[in-house]
């Protein structure tokens, strides 16, 4: 009976039996150390040098064909995959006994001289193999036809929950977490070569700042305080500014306790840049130029994001906030009553709350009206004052604008960049009308931080800050349209099924591999 039509605990105690075996025949199933002198791809991709040379490589068993005292099988390792023939004439009949005791999902090791087969496929011929682990739970199921793979564990659900398994059958997420790390590297090396400095500042904050969010919430015991996981890391950076360090940054974890759905984790990764003697328009060429590097620097300048083609070669567009929304509603809002913002929402069916703000419904707005047709890059620019306190009041006099951009692409914002304030008498003020909005319930406007405030007074510089998304930006450049698509261990409820659980039909385990 194959794997696939027994119980998941049949299953396990047949693998935990031929286990057993092999420690009675005194194989040591987990030794401490193997020593691969190749990947597999190195074998596939320079076979002409390879050919009848020795190799060692190391791997886990994907696919098993079994024939009397000859057998194929295939390893994977961390590159690639490739074909390994076993014979008992040559490896002796007890070690080919003990081969017969293995399953898909076990690591072995392979000292054998690399051939191509009569079928022209590159493989090992093993000398001699070594068990590296007995597994002793099933894989999911891996179907292929044609050279097509086919139910590779395709529920995604079962994927986040167990993304281990996810990255064994699916080739194409590990590809997906490869090219995230190019990314940040690729973002890191840009912002080194430009002589920014790489520093880390605190998770726990005694008062949290930085961006309008909730934020979660813990209790040091010893220090008998409450604390917060960072919902950014913006006012500690610009305190080492203020410190003499005129180019830090900080590629970093932050928290936000709010919704979830494909482009927010409340757990993500950001990149924030701070540049003394800088502006907004400074960080605008910066943040056009480091984009288009970093998409170069994995081949993705013209990804595919859904239905959405998307062209990172080009110069990227600018356009006022405000002139977008006059745009969409035919109003000019820069001085919009509350009123009169209720009005223009209830006009375009947009629902806000009965104590919404200014802010909370020109954000209403931007996300109904406006950012669904940002696909191609678009600076969104100059923001009105009220919902940027941490902002420069704009140079072209208007008192309601701050020096501010956003960009979108594909519909989703994916920086936030300032022309910092600076001025600690007005980002006082603004602290304080902050805090106005929280005790009438904006549960994310800022807190006073005196700490900061004070900071300021010392002196700040003028200086350009930047937040980029890191999980939104790794989505577009691997074509991924779930932020869970680009995490490796996203947040996931813990009260469902893991793939392991039998099924409430049959008793059966679903999504089973088939026994060779």
Same mark, same amino acid.
């Given at each position: 009976?194959?794997?696939? =039509?027994?119980?998941?605990?049949?299953?396990?105690?047949?693998?935990?039996?031929?286990?057993?075996?092999?420690?009675?025949?005194?194989?040591?199933?987990?030794?401490?150390?193997?020593?691969?002198?190749?990947?597999?791809?190195?074998?596939?991709?320079?076979?002409?040098?390879?050919?009848?040379?020795?190799?060692?490589?190391?791997?886990?068993?994907?696919?098993?064909?079994?024939?009397?005292?000859? +057998? $194929?099988?295939?390893?994977?390792?961390?590159?690639?995959?490739?074909? /390994?023939?076993?014979?008992?004439?040559?490896?002796?009949?007890?070690?080919?006994?003990?081969?017969?005791?293995?399953?898909?999902?076990?690591?072995?090791?392979?000292?054998?001289?690399?051939?191509?087969?009569?079928?022209?496929?590159?493989? /090992?011929?093993?000398?001699?193999?070594?068990?590296?682990?007995?597994?002793?739970?099933?894989?999911?199921?891996?179907?292929?036809?044609?050279?097509?793979?086919?139910?590779?564990?395709?529920?995604?659900? =079962?994927?986040?929950?167990?993304?281990?398994?996810?990255?064994?059958?699916?080739?194409? /997420?590990?590809?997906?977490?490869?090219?995230?790390?190019?990314?940040?590297?690729?973002?890191?090396?840009?912002?080194?070569?430009?002589? $920014?400095? !790489?520093?880390?500042?605190?998770?726990?904050?005694?008062?949290?700042?930085?961006?309008?969010?909730?934020?979660? &919430?813990?209790?040091?015991?010893?220090?008998? !305080?409450?604390?917060?996981?960072?919902?950014?890391?913006?006012?500690?950076?610009?305190?080492?500014?203020?410190?003499?360090?005129?180019?830090?940054?900080?590629?970093?974890?932050?928290?936000?306790?709010?919704?979830?759905?494909?482009? =927010?984790?409340?757990?993500?990764?950001?990149?924030?840049?701070?540049?003394?003697?800088?502006?907004?328009?400074?960080?605008?060429?910066?943040?056009?130029?480091?984009?288009?590097?970093?998409?170069? +620097?994995?081949?993705?300048?013209?990804? &595919?994001?859904?239905?959405?083609?998307?062209?990172?070669?080009?110069?990227?567009?600018?356009?006022?906030?405000?002139?977008?929304?006059?745009?969409?509603?035919?109003?000019?809002? &820069?001085?919009?009553?509350?009123?009169?913002?209720?009005?223009?929402?209830?006009?375009?069916?947009?629902?806000?709350?009965?104590?919404?703000?200014?802010?909370?419904?020109?954000?209403?707005?931007?996300?109904?009206?406006?950012?669904?047709?940002?696909?191609?890059?678009?600076? /969104?620019?100059?923001?009105?004052?009220?919902?940027?306190?941490?902002?420069?009041?704009?140079?072209?006099?208007?008192?309601?604008?701050?020096?501010?951009?956003?960009?979108?692409?594909?519909?989703?914002?994916?920086?936030?960049?300032?022309?910092?304030?600076?001025?600690?008498?007005?980002?006082?003020?603004?602290?304080?009308?902050?805090?106005?909005?929280?005790? +009438?319930?904006?549960?994310?406007?800022?807190?006073?931080?005196?700490?900061?405030?004070?900071?300021?007074?010392?002196?700040?510089?003028?200086?350009?800050?930047?937040?980029?998304?890191?999980?939104?930006?790794?989505?577009?450049?691997?074509?991924?349209?779930?932020?869970?698509?680009?995490?490796?261990?996203?947040?996931?409820?813990?009260?469902?099924?893991?793939?392991?659980?039998?099924?409430?039909?049959?008793?059966?385990?679903?999504?089973?591999?088939?026994?060779?």
């Amino acid at each position: 009976m194959s794997e696939e =039509h027994k119980s998941l605990n049949q299953i396990i105690e047949f693998r935990k039996e031929k286990l057993s075996k092999l420690i009675e025949a005194g194989v040591d199933p987990y030794p401490q150390k193997y020593e691969p002198t190749h990947f597999s791809s190195d074998i596939l991709n320079d076979f002409k040098n390879l050919e009848k040379e020795n190799v060692n490589i190391a791997g886990r068993i994907m696919s098993i064909r079994k024939m009397g005292k000859a +057998s $194929f099988f295939h390893i994977q390792d961390t590159k690639s995959k490739i074909q /390994v023939f076993i014979r008992q004439d040559d490896v002796g009949e007890e070690n080919y006994a003990h081969f017969k005791l293995l399953d898909i999902g076990d690591f072995v090791g392979v000292k054998g001289h690399v051939f191509k087969t009569k079928m022209g496929e590159i493989s /090992v011929h093993t000398d001699v193999l070594t068990i590296l682990s007995k597994s002793i739970r099933p894989l999911p199921i891996v179907k292929e036809k044609e050279g097509e793979t086919f139910d590779a564990f395709t529920d995604k659900e =079962h994927r986040y929950r167990n993304r281990h398994l996810d990255l064994i059958v699916n080739p194409d /997420v590990r590809e997906t977490f490869v090219k995230r790390a190019k990314i940040i590297n690729s973002l890191r090396g840009y912002l080194d070569d430009l002589e $920014f400095l !790489q520093v880390e500042t605190p998770v726990l904050q005694p008062i949290y700042g930085g961006a309008n969010a909730r934020p979660f &919430t813990t209790h040091h015991n010893t220090l008998d !305080q409450k604390l917060y996981l960072r919902i950014s890391d913006e006012l500690y950076l610009k305190r080492l500014i203020i410190g003499g360090i005129d180019r830090v940054y900080e590629i970093a974890k932050d928290f936000r306790n709010e919704g979830m759905d494909r482009n =927010h984790n409340p757990e993500f990764t950001m990149l924030e840049f701070y540049w003394a003697y800088a502006d907004y328009e400074d960080n605008m060429k910066l943040v056009e130029d480091m984009i288009r590097k970093v998409a170069e +620097s994995i081949d993705s300048l013209h990804p &595919t994001w859904g239905d959405l083609k998307i062209d990172l070669s080009k110069p990227f567009q600018r356009r006022p906030l405000l002139e977008l929304l006059k745009d969409a509603t035919g109003e000019d809002l &820069t001085e919009a009553s509350n009123q009169k913002m209720r009005e223009v929402c209830k006009k375009n069916n947009i629902d806000v709350g009965a104590n919404a703000n200014y802010g909370q419904m020109l954000y209403e707005m931007m996300g109904h009206l406006v950012e669904p047709e940002l696909i191609q890059p678009t600076f /969104v620019t100059d923001y009105p004052k009220v919902i940027s306190p941490l902002a420069k009041k704009h140079r072209n006099g208007n008192p309601h604008l701050v020096e501010r951009f956003e960009l979108f692409i594909g519909g989703a914002e994916f920086a936030n960049a300032f022309t910092e304030l600076n001025d600690p008498i007005d980002q006082r003020e603004r602290f304080e009308h902050q805090a106005g909005l929280a005790e +009438s319930g904006d549960d994310e406007a800022h807190p006073v931080d005196e700490n900061f405030l004070q900071a300021v007074e010392c002196g700040m510089p003028p200086t350009a800050g930047v937040g980029i998304g890191i999980d939104r930006l790794v989505m577009l450049l691997t074509e991924n349209r779930s932020i869970k698509d680009v995490i490796l261990f996203p947040a996931m409820r813990t009260d469902c099924l893991l793939y392991t659980s039998p099924s409430p039909r049959d008793g059966l385990l679903s999504r089973m591999p088939s026994s060779a």
